[in-house]
C-alpha cells in the first residue's frame, strides 16, 4: 500500500512562491501533481518519471512550476513561482504503477491534497 503525504501548501500573495512536498512510502512510483479548485474538476498540473529524467506539465503553468524529487527521501516537489489566483486550490500528489509513463498515465494512489490559497 502506497501513503503519499503532501505539504506546504498555504496563503500567498499573487506573485509568491511556495514549494509542496509529497513524501511517499514503498517504491519509487511515476508521479503526478493534480488541483482542484472548487465546482471545477481535478486537472493535472505536473508529472515526472520514476528517475527524474522525464517531466510533463500543463501549458497553464509551464514556466513558473517546477517539479522535482529526491528518490533517497523519496520526496517528490512543487515548485511554485509566480503565483496567481487562478491557481488557488486543492493540490493533490498521486503515484502511478504503470508500466509506462507520458502525458496521460494514469494514477492509482493519492494523497489528501494540501490547500493552496493565492490573494489578489
Known amino acids: 500500500q502506497v501513503q503519499l503525504v503532501e505539504s506546504g501548501g498555504g496563503l500567498v500573495q499573487a506573485g509568491g512562491s511556495l514549494r509542496l512536498s509529497c513524501a511517499a512510502s514503498g517504491r519509487t512510483y511515476a508521479m503526478g501533481w493534480f488541483r482542484q479548485a472548487p465546482g471545477k474538476e481535478r486537472e493535472f498540473v505536473a508529472a515526472?518519471?520514476?528517475?527524474?529524467?522525464?517531466?510533463y506539465y500543463a501549458n497553464s503553468v509551464k514556466g513558473r512550476f517546477t517539479i522535482s524529487r529526491d528518490n533517497a527521501k523519496n520526496i517528490v516537489y512543487l515548485q511554485m513561482n509566480s503565483l496567481q489566483p487562478e491557481d488557488t486550490s486543492v493540490y493533490y500528489c498521486?503515484?502511478?504503477?504503470?508500466?509506462?509513463?507520458?502525458?496521460?498515465?494514469?494514477?492509482?494512489?493519492w494523497g489528501q491534497g494540501t490547500q493552496v490559497t493565492v490573494s489578489s
Open positions: 515526472i518519471s520514476r528517475s527524474g529524467g522525464i517531466t
Open positions: 498521486a503515484a502511478s504503477s504503470s508500466g509506462a509513463f507520458n502525458y496521460y498515465t494514469p494514477y492509482n494512489y
